[in-house]
């Protein structure tokens, strides 16, 4: 149960969010005084909140019912994972060492310095992931989550009417007529591209909290991106806050991508960090954020050239294969690729 259904007002619903306390489950072993701390309020307050919240040693029966007949044998799962689909990134090489491409029910971290292509990436998703199954996509929607302001509508155009340019130059349209994606214009990604801009942690937490309400009325939306998560926890929050609000926005993500069978993807920034007597490049976040995500990727110069690097994934082996951002958008890498501004 949300907290946002709590008989309480909304004042302390929003303070309940933005302390991390998005279910009550989180509650039940809180002592008045302890929540009265965390939220600033009364512990007359803190104690009429937590009425509604579950005791300890107490069994919510109705979700062990679920979770017993939910149970599935590991051949039912093994079956089910040679069935997932995958969303093409645009670059042969990338989707080769993913096995296909972004996968669906999982998490997917990407991370790397400024100008190495995370929003280009992004963005490229958004757009490939309303592709027919046959050309590498869903036939789906996306939802891009912007909490930088990095998303430019006019790249998006540009990759759109490649992406349209290049299905019309194929010989798969005959296939296409008979699935109605014949004639696909560039409009038609962008009017399939669900926006969204949050300017503070808050708004970023109750959106995501919103999201499967949002998903369940928009069974078409077949990725969710967020460009980044990062931006709105990197300064002056406390660190066992921080690691609570995040933890909880990870758990709510994989259940996303398992409930509805789609992607998620995660941008993530760079920060140093001190180790072996130096200082070194690292993704954001910390060490504990580093288990939110199923895979994790890192994208890098080698000299002029970008390459992609498999960090962290339980199914797939490390590895790394170069590409290029283009006018196009995600490409294969040339010999002579050079960090050109695109716009």
């Known amino acids: 149960m ?8 909304a004042a302390l619903k929003g303070k309940l969010v933005s302390a991390g306390y998005t279910s009550l489950s989180l509650l039940s072993s809180l002592s008045p005084s302890h929540l009265a701390r965390d939220l600033n309020i009364s512990e007359n307050e803190a104690l009429d909140i937590l009425k509604h919240a579950p005791h ?4 919510d029966t109705s979700s062990v019912h679920h979770i017993i007949n939910g149970a599935q044998t590991a051949w039912d799962m093994l079956h089910e994972e040679e069935l997932l689909t ?8 990338i989707d080769n060492i993913l096995g296909g491409g972004i996968s669906c029910r999982d998490v997917t971290e990407i991370g790397g310095v400024p100008g190495i292509g995370k929003t280009q990436l992004g963005i490229q998703l958004a757009v490939n992931v309303q592709l027919p199954i046959h050309c590498g996509g869903l036939g789906g929607k996306a939802i891009y989550i912007d909490t930088e302001g990095s998303f430019m509508v006019e790249r998006v155009l540009q990759i759109a009417e490649a992406c349209s340019n290049d299905m ?3 010989n798969t349209v005959s296939q296409d007529v008979h699935a109605g994606k ?5 409009r038609d990604f962008l009017e399939n591209i669900l926006y969204f801009r949050v300017c503070s942690y808050t708004e970023q937490i109750a959106l995501i909290n919103y999201l499967d309400k949002f998903i369940s009325e928009h ?4 990725i969710v991106i967020i460009d980044s998560i990062t931006f709105h926890f990197r300064q002056d929050f406390d660190m066992a806050l921080r690691t609570r609000l995040l933890g909880g926005m990870a758990l709510k993500l994989m259940k996303l ?11 993530n920034q760079v920060t140093t960090k001190y180790a072996e007597g130096s200082f070194q490049l690292t993704l954001a976040l910390g060490d504990s954020w580093s288990h939110a995500c199923t895979n994790r990727i890192i994208l890098y ?43």
Not at 219 to 222: F, G, H, S, T, Y
Not at 257 to 267: H, R, S, T, Y
């Open 2 to 9: 949300e907290v946002g259904r709590l008989p309480i007002s």
């Open 56 to 59: 300890d040693g107490q069994v």
């Open 86 to 93: 995958r969303i093409t990134t645009s670059s042969v090489d």
């Open 168 to 170: 019309s130059a194929t």
């Open 182 to 186: 014949v004639g696909m214009q560039p």
């Open 219 to 222: 069974r078409d939306v077949k």
């Open 257 to 267: 991508a398992k409930k509805f069978c789609l992607a998620v993807v995660l941008l």
């Open 301 to 343: 110069w080698n000299g002029n050239e970008r390459y992609a690097y498999i960090d962290k994934s339980p199914s797939l082996r490390s590895a790394s294969a170069p590409y290029a951002v283009t006018a196009k958008g995600i490409r294969n890498s040339v010999s002579n690729c050079k960090r050109i501004k695109l716009m």
